[in-house]
């Protein structure tokens, strides 16, 4: 049943992907369980880009089968982890609650460590799976998809570049970044609305939007922000505007608002970097040459460079962003040999459920997974007598 609800939510986000500019998809699945993607194991992976975005990158073997899960971890989930364990909570969140009215947009202003507590969490409230962070080349490979290998291919779920129209002030694009924002800041004010700088060397100076940023014709917002670089004048990271953007958590979207790429994974360019378990070096900013986790996907407030699928970002070592998030990957949880009864460790009941399951039943179904013990295909009276030297001490028998 979960499978078809996953392949239907996949054909209704294809279809609704001709002629629109952002996507109204199947409701997310709110049991992170219940969305998981199972990703194939790629031994010849290597990275499209190196970790400085420019030249071939490295190669990373991908030996086993994973999962990853279809959506970022969402506000609402995240409240779920927070009002069990009194985790702290992300700073836009007022009074101990995210915004309303985004319950289902990715959770942002989380550290690794933060990211970590929910997997250990999560993973302790599972039968089933330990819930993890991907590696940045898990995190690539599952982002390409069906894809991988295509050098033409620079977003997760679109191979065209976004486009805007000036005239009126319509951005099309298959993701969330900051032209979606500076095409809404353009419909809603107009390019006459006056921003004011309130921080900077240009704090107290006064400008029209229009004169602060603007939009080409390939969806690239100037003056968004400046780097390093050497300014003229202030820009929107300064203004007053963008601090009331910012202090909702950002302008976010649902984490199924735009369609999935070809695995039915959503989000894997735009709305949220993704943190990863994978330590890099800095090559940028006051961190260069620091040790830092790899962050991959973009955001809501990154440019559209930086949500392809082959940019490498860098997050903090374990600061909180309020651009980052985290997207969980899993892997199945191993049988437990010898627990044949399935309470979660070997003892002499297990032995009983052994001897019971092979007189024919009595309600115990024996799984070759825990009652082969000797490895010969079948579960047989042989087991039994490992069972018993086993808990009898061993006598050279490793379960």
Request: net charge negative; hydrophobic share 35%.
């Given at each position: 049943?979960?499978?078809?609800?996953?392949?239907?939510?996949?054909?209704?986000?294809?279809?609704?992907?001709?002629?629109?500019?952002?996507?109204?998809?199947?409701?997310?699945?709110?049991?992170?369980?219940?969305?998981?993607?199972?990703?194939?194991?790629?031994?010849?992976?290597?990275?499209?880009?190196?970790?400085?975005?420019?030249?071939?990158?490295?190669?990373?073997?991908?030996?086993?089968?994973?999962?990853?899960?279809?959506?970022?971890?969402?506000?609402?989930?995240?409240?779920?982890?927070?009002?069990?364990?009194?985790?702290?909570?992300?700073?836009?969140?007022?009074?101990?609650?995210?915004?309303?009215?985004?319950?289902?947009?990715?959770?942002?202003?989380?550290?690794?460590?933060?990211?970590?507590?929910?997997?250990?969490?999560?993973?302790?409230?599972?039968?089933?799976?330990?819930?993890?962070?991907?590696?940045?080349?898990?995190?690539?490979?599952?982002?390409?998809?069906?894809?991988?290998?295509?050098?033409?291919?620079?977003?997760?779920?679109?191979?065209?570049?976004?486009?805007?129209?000036?005239?009126?002030?319509?951005?099309?694009?298959?993701?969330?970044?900051?032209?979606?924002?500076?095409?809404?800041?353009?419909?809603?004010?107009?390019?006459?609305?006056?921003?004011?700088?309130?921080?900077?060397?240009?704090?107290?100076?006064?400008?029209?939007?229009?004169?602060?940023?603007?939009?080409?014709?390939?969806?690239?917002?100037?003056?968004?922000?400046?780097?390093?670089?050497?300014?003229?004048?202030?820009?929107?990271?300064?203004?007053?505007?963008?601090?009331?953007?910012?202090?909702?958590?950002?302008?976010?979207?649902?984490?199924?608002?735009?369609?999935?790429?070809?695995?039915?994974?959503?989000?894997?360019?735009?709305?949220?970097?993704?943190?990863?378990?994978?330590?890099?070096?800095?090559?940028?900013?006051?961190?260069?040459?620091?040790?830092?986790?790899?962050?991959?996907?973009?955001?809501?407030?990154?440019?559209?460079?930086?949500?392809?699928?082959?940019?490498?970002?860098?997050?903090?070592?374990?600061?909180?962003?309020?651009?980052?998030?985290?997207?969980?990957?899993?892997?199945?949880?191993?049988?437990?040999?010898?627990?044949?009864?399935?309470?979660?460790?070997?003892?002499?009941?297990?032995?009983?459920?052994?001897?019971?399951?092979?007189a024919g039943g009595y309600g115990v179904t024996l799984d070759p997974a825990t009652?082969?013990?000797?490895?010969?295909?079948?579960?047989?009276?042989?087991?039994?007598?490992?069972?018993?030297?086993?808990?009898?001490g061993g006598y050279g028998v490793t379960l």
């Amino acid at each position: 049943m979960k499978v078809m609800k996953r392949i239907v939510a996949i054909l209704l986000a294809l279809v609704l992907c001709i002629g629109g500019a952002v996507y109204t998809c199947a409701a997310y699945e709110t049991d992170p369980a219940d969305a998981l993607v199972h990703i194939d194991a790629r031994p010849d992976f290597a990275f499209r880009a190196a970790t400085t975005n420019s030249g071939a990158g490295e190669a990373s073997p991908i030996e086993s089968d994973y999962w990853l899960c279809a959506y970022p971890v969402t506000n609402e989930q995240y409240a779920a982890f927070v009002a069990a364990t009194r985790h702290r909570t992300p700073s836009y969140w007022k009074n101990g609650a995210y915004p309303e009215g985004k319950a289902d947009h990715p959770v942002l202003s989380v550290s690794y460590s933060d990211a970590a507590a929910y997997c250990a969490w999560l993973s302790a409230q599972s039968d089933d799976w330990v819930f993890r962070l991907p590696t940045e080349a898990e995190w690539e490979n599952a982002a390409l998809g069906t894809k991988y290998g295509a050098a033409s291919v620079r977003y997760a779920n679109s191979d065209s570049a976004p486009s805007y129209n000036a005239a009126t002030c319509e951005l099309t694009t298959t993701f969330q970044y900051n032209g979606v924002i500076a095409a809404k800041l353009f419909r809603d004010y107009g390019g006459d609305h006056v921003v004011n700088y309130i921080k900077g060397d240009y704090a107290g100076a006064s400008e029209t939007l229009g004169e602060c940023i603007s939009i080409s014709a390939s969806g690239g917002v100037t003056n968004w922000a400046n780097h390093g670089g050497s300014a003229t004048k202030g820009y929107f990271l300064q203004t007053d505007l963008y601090a009331t953007i910012s202090e909702e958590g950002g302008y976010t979207a649902p984490v199924d608002a735009y369609a999935p790429n070809t695995l039915g994974l959503y989000d894997m360019s735009g709305n949220s970097w993704d943190i990863t378990s994978s330590v890099v070096t800095a090559q940028n900013g006051l961190e260069k040459g620091v040790d830092c986790y790899a962050v991959r996907g973009g955001s809501w407030y990154a440019t559209g460079r930086s949500c392809q699928v082959s940019y490498r970002g860098e997050g903090r070592k374990d600061s909180p962003s309020s651009t980052v998030g985290f997207r969980l990957a899993a892997d199945a949880k191993s049988a437990l040999r010898g627990d044949v009864n399935g309470d979660g460790c070997v003892s002499v009941l297990d032995i009983t459920a052994l001897r019971r399951g092979l007189a024919g039943g009595y309600g115990v179904t024996l799984d070759p997974a825990t009652a082969d013990l000797n490895g010969d295909g079948t579960v047989g009276t042989l087991d039994v007598t490992l069972l018993r030297q086993y808990l009898a001490g061993g006598y050279g028998v490793t379960l």
